[in-house]
């Protein structure tokens, strides 16, 4: 079979061990040809393809990034269809593919697959809110990243006896924040699942601070104090006169400041927890995930995506990715609140 590759979404640390999993199983155990689609469904839409021989992708899973590139193009929406797709495959050969992406990735890979085209999929996203896999490649290592941030955040702020606000990813949920926070001793740790209002935030930070240490405040992007939902929309116009574009952390250090006295400092870590190379564990999950995504191709088990399971890898359908977020249960919130302040 030749089998074409993408990687469509957000980049995520881990993308290329997938390939690269994909790749050399697909050829040794079973002798199958791969070819990547250039930026994710745009390569498809366009019939924009790559080889992808066993040389290409040499030593690539500690490399950062996609080696294929990614964009947010949709299938579906954005030019092409199910039958220009299906056009491109025969003209190009291609019998199958395999795509790694978030939900909305595998929602297209889902209704294209319901239109005869032969899918497998594997779910990514640091956020690691994809209900349907236990973790997500990538995540494991965005998690790393941020709390070293964090503690570099801390000894500045020490220095300066400052309170420091650190925002992380996590448009959804906050899985991102919990462990970073957790990891780095975070005085208050603020998601999208849990309302949490600015008397409790200024109460931990003051806690904090009357023990003699400099507070340490970790905010998930997502995250709306209670009371504040239309803050976002309240940001004004920038030097530009464009709407500011500011995260949380920029609107809720001069709050906690005005409330607390104490000086405080913003920082929106952003895309760095999606750049660079990905931790040992990220990389094995991403391999065995790419090795488990050939497997399922060569079994023709289409419509179907590869995920965690405790420690074994299973198949499962699209729609069990598609629809239901994973999100940071209370219990897991209460235990790290324990610590707060
Ligand atoms: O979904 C992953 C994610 O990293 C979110 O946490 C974040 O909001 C978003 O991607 C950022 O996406 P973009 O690269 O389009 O700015």
Redesign the pocket.
């Given at each position: 079979m030749k089998i074409g590759i993408l990687t469509s979404?957000?980049d995520c640390p881990g993308l290329n061990a997938v390939i690269r999993g994909v790749v050399l199983n697909g050829i040794k155990q079973y002798g199958h040809e791969f070819v990547g689609f250039l930026d994710g469904w745009r390569g498809v839409v366009e019939g924009d393809v790559i080889d992808l021989p066993r040389a290409s992708v040499r030593g690539i899973s500690k490399q950062g990034g996609t080696i294929l590139g990614t964009s947010?193009t949709n299938p579906c929406d954005d030019g092409g269809g199910p039958e220009a797709i299906k056009g491109h495959m025969r003209r190009l050969g291609i019998d199958a593919m395999i795509a790694i992406g978030?939900e909305g990735t595998l929602a297209a890979a889902k209704r294209l697959t319901e239109a005869g085209l032969r899918i497998v999929g594997v779910p990514k996203?640091?956020?690691n809110d994809l209900d349907a896999t236990d973790y997500t490649f990538g995540f494991d290592t965005a998690v790393q990243i941020a709390t070293e941030a964090i503690d570099r955040l801390r000894t500045t702020g020490e220095s300066h006896h400052r309170c420091m606000v650190a925002e992380v990813?996590?448009?959804h949920t906050g899985w991102i924040a919990l462990h970073a926070g957790m990891a780095s001793g975070a005085h208050a740790i603020l998601i999208p699942e849990r309302k949490v209002s600015m008397d409790q935030v200024t109460e931990w930070v003051t806690d904090a601070h009357k023990r003699g240490r400099a507070p340490l405040v970790v905010v998930a992007?997502g995250f709306m104090p209670e009371g504040a939902e239309a803050a976002h929309s309240h940001r004004g116009l920038d030097a530009f006169g464009r709407p500011r574009l500011g995260g949380i952390a920029d609107l809720l250090a001069p709050e906690i400041e005005a409330r607390t006295g104490l000086e405080t400092r913003a920082t929106v870590l952003g895309?760095i927890?999606?750049g660079g190379v990905p931790t040992a564990y990220d990389r094995v999950l991403a391999t065995r995930l790419g090795m488990a995504a050939a497997d399922a191709a060569h079994a023709g088990a289409w419509g179907t995506m590869v995920a965690l399971r405790g420690t074994d890898i299973v198949r499962t359908g699209f729609a069990d990715a598609l629809g239901k977020l994973k999100t940071v249960p209370e219990g897991r919130y209460e235990e790290s609140a324990v610590l707060f302040g």
């Open positions: 979404g957000g947010r978030g996203t640091i956020d990813m996590g448009r992007e895309h927890q999606r």
